[in-house]
């Protein structure tokens, strides 16, 4: 089908055109006839880069002009930016487009001036629980990435949204996309959309399984690949390499990542052009001075620096960033990446390469070999369009393994069914608090009702679902985050705050239990830290290694005084537990103690990535803390939580919070601003301008920003 054949206004059909796009792919086109532009709800199953986002494009497109708005719900806040990036491109038509990815307490209101709406599934969930009115001129939903409402982890926010969007009463159309789902019928009959499955990709991917010194491909195919002591994923990528293509190789760590790019550089460096080499070497240097230099940024430039790389969530953001745009311009030959890297977004691979079929499963307690659905996402990295004219998956089974069963189960088997994660305790409680406090009063016939339309409600026995809303309720009740009156439950005070904070309701019980054990006068640091990161909503946590044992009871005895959770000394039977979170605490307490990244990673093993993870996740924390705390009237040990979330959100003890209050100054210039003897603003805007210029880390044009700033106080 011909581009001009949609059914859609000319200036969109020349704006498409203009993007190098004439025909429509066949599942585009299939789409389409389903009647996606006449406002039909669809789930869309349909191989990785098969041009989805197109469909989005349209649907979105059509709807802001007749007036409704368009909510863009995506799993990744990586994601959610690239899709904002492509959706603003409307603007031309005078349609707005917004982004939101963060922020949970805020209302959300303000997003409504815009005509679509990029929110990760979280905000929006948060958006819902303030209750925001353009939510109910919404006229098209689309959930990008549909099958993550299958994942353990964030799988049931998802749910929840879509079946609270039915739910809503309002007339929306939906659009739920996905490149592997096997039961799409019955998640069309969940979400009451017409399925449109089908198995069509606009470059052909070829898929073998590495076996002893050759590739044996599905369609017969067999390749010899020179064996080297490099091993089997890095001798595959080679081959590609030294053909002009890249690879990228998923590893199921992080430091087996480190270590395939490790050696693999000894090899990509004999393969880069004068060119590439100039790039690369760019690459190393950009990577030296962006963020704090640690052991693992001195690896990562040393490795680019040869053309080769590695990615996983340790490393900092701008580190990752720096790595993925020179993997995009092809001067990296050789990434090494953990699977994180296959959700969703555009990178050009010849080959990927699977380095490993197995991952650690938390469940089995042990490593358990990946799913199809794993593998389709990983495998459909290879060859997307606009990079590649074909692509090449290549799986590196256990040497001790039949090569052929592998290949067989991966290329043959449909991936997994989603099923709903939503019988999770935590979700359970979460969001049966979330649906009647934006109720404002539901009985549980209504909430019965509610839950009966999910995914859940189609997987589980009736009397299942009923004992499991009925063990929440029970436990929002006797926490007093809800009451019963006449027939119908409420949310509390306490409970509409925790709603709207979005935090576990377990997560608000120990603050509200942890705060009243403070006393006036007494310092509280390590407790609040401790506080925070043993709640169920603290991540990424870090849990005790056993060298770490001696140095965490040594850590909880010194500060045994702060505490603010019973049972932290040794006499009690759950102290073993207790000493589980205290290596989350003991880096959290150096980070605002000003540890250096690198003193972190060598003394905890706490990589940069997570450390700011934590950071921003503590700092999130606090803040409910603190708002959380106003109910319960114990205004000392609030203040001091409040000024510990400015702590931990700039990495700096309390005498520096002042200057770290200027914009481009962090922890370390502020600690050499503060050791030269300029410590408060005053003493700045007191100073001449060549004198800040001097203090190590500032320099001129740094000094000058800052003398911009004070001058207006
Ligand atoms: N009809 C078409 N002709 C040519 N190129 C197209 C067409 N439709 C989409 N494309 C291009 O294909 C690429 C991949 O599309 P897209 O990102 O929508 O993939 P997707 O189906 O969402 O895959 P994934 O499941 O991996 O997210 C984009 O660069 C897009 O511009
Ligand atoms: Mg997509």
Redesign the pocket.
């Known amino acids: 089908m011909r581009i001009e054949e949609a059914k859609v206004p000319e200036e969109l059909i020349n704006y498409i055109r203009e993007?190098?796009?004439t025909?429509?792919?066949p599942p585009?086109e299939q789409a389409i006839l389903a009647g996606l532009l006449e406002g039909k709800s669809l789930v869309v199953s349909?191989?990785?880069?098969?041009?989805?986002?197109?469909l989005a494009l349209m649907a979105a497109y059509l709807k802001a002009k007749q007036g409704r708005k368009v909510v863009y719900l995506a799993p990744l806040r990586a994601l959610a930016s690239e899709k904002y990036a492509e959706f603003s491109e409307l603007g031309r038509f005078g349609i707005r487009t917004s982004i939101s990815t963060g922020d949970y307490d805020s209302s959300g209101e303000s997003l409504g001036r815009s005509d679509i709406i990029v929110l990760t599934n979280e905000r929006f969930d948060s958006v819902m629980r303030h209750r925001v009115a353009w939510i109910n001129t919404v006229g098209l939903f689309i959930a990008d990435?549909v099958h993550l409402a299958g994942s353990d982890s964030r799988g049931p926010t998802l749910e929840m949204i879509l079946t609270k969007v039915l739910h809503l009463g309002i007339d929306a159309q939906l659009l739920a996309?996905?490149?592997t789902i096997s039961n799409a019928k019955t998640l069309g009959e969940w979400l009451h959309a017409t399925p449109v499955e089908m198995d069509w990709r606009?470059v052909p991917l070829r898929e073998g399984v590495y076996d002893y010194g050759r590739v044996l491909f599905t369609d017969g195919e067999e390749r010899q690949v020179p064996r080297s002591t490099y091993g089997s994923p890095i001798d595959v990528a080679m081959e590609t390499i030294k053909e002009g293509g890249q690879a990228l190789v998923f590893a199921n760590t992080r430091r087996r990542a480190v270590s395939l790019a490790t050696r693999a550089a000894e090899l990509t460096q004999k393969r880069l052009s004068p060119e590439e080499k100039k790039a690369v070497s760019e690459a190393s240097r950009r990577i030296l001075g962006a963020g704090e230099e640690t052991s693992l940024s001195r690896l990562l430039a040393e490795v680019v620096a040869k053309g080769s790389a590695f990615h996983h969530a340790g490393l900092e953001g701008e580190h990752r960033r720096i790595v993925e745009e020179y993997y995009r311009a092809r001067a990296i030959k050789l990434l090494a990446a953990t699977p994180t890297l296959a959700a969703?977004v555009?990178l050009p691979a010849r080959r990927v390469v699977i380095a490993d079929m197995t991952r650690y499963d938390v469940e089995q307690g042990g490593n358990a070999e990946i799913s199809v659905l794993e593998y389709r996402q990983m495998a459909?990295r290879a060859g997307?369009?606009?990079f590649d004219d074909h692509g090449e998956t290549v799986m590196v089974p256990p040497p001790s393994q039949p090569a052929a069963d592998f290949l067989e189960h991966y290329t043959k088997e449909p991936p997994e069914p989603i099923r709903s994660r939503l019988a999770d305790e935590a979700a359970m409680r979460s969001h049966t608090l979330a649906t009647i406090a934006t109720a404002r009063g539901l009985s549980k016939a209504d909430l019965d009702s509610l839950f009966g339309k999910t995914l859940l409600a189609m997987q589980v026995r009736p009397a299942e679902l009923t004992r499991m809303t009925e063990k929440a309720l029970g436990y929002l009740l006797s926490e007093r985050l809800l009451e019963s009156q006449g027939g119908l439950f409420y949310a509390t005070d306490f409970g509409l705050r925790v709603s709207m904070l979005y935090i576990d309701p377990v997560t608000a019980v120990m603050f509200r239990d942890g705060v009243r054990r403070a006393e006036p006068g007494k310092g509280y640091t390590a407790g609040l830290l401790h506080l925070v990161a043993s709640t169920p909503d603290f991540e990424p946590k870090f849990p005790l290694r056993s060298k770490d044992y001696e140095e965490a009871m040594a850590f909880l005895e010194e500060h045994a005084q702060e505490m603010l959770q019973r049972h932290t000394t040794k006499e009690f039977a759950d102290y073993d537990r207790v000493l589980q979170d205290m290596r989350s605490v003991m880096a959290l307490h150096g980070w605002v103690d000003e540890w250096r990244e690198e003193q972190l990673l060598s003394r905890l093993g706490v990589e940069p990535g997570d450390m700011h993870r934590a950071v921003d996740n503590a700092d999130w924390l606090l803040h409910a803390l603190v708002e959380l705390g106003r109910l319960f009237k114990a205004p000392d040990v609030l203040k001091q939580a409040d000024t510990l979330r400015r702590r931990v959100s700039s990495g700096v003890s309390a005498e520096l919070l002042e200057l770290t209050n200027l914009s481009g100054v962090g922890r370390v210039r502020a600690r050499a601003l503060y050791s030269a003897g300029f410590k408060t603003l005053e003493d700045i805007k007191e100073a001449p301008a060549d004198k800040l210029a001097s203090v190590e880390k500032v320099g001129t044009a740094v000094a000058r920003k800052i003398k911009d700033q004070v001058s207006k106080y």
């Open positions: 993007k190098g796009i025909e429509l792919y585009q349909s191989p990785t880069a098969s041009g989805k986002t197109l990435e996309l996905s490149a606009p969703g555009n459909g997307r369009p606009q």
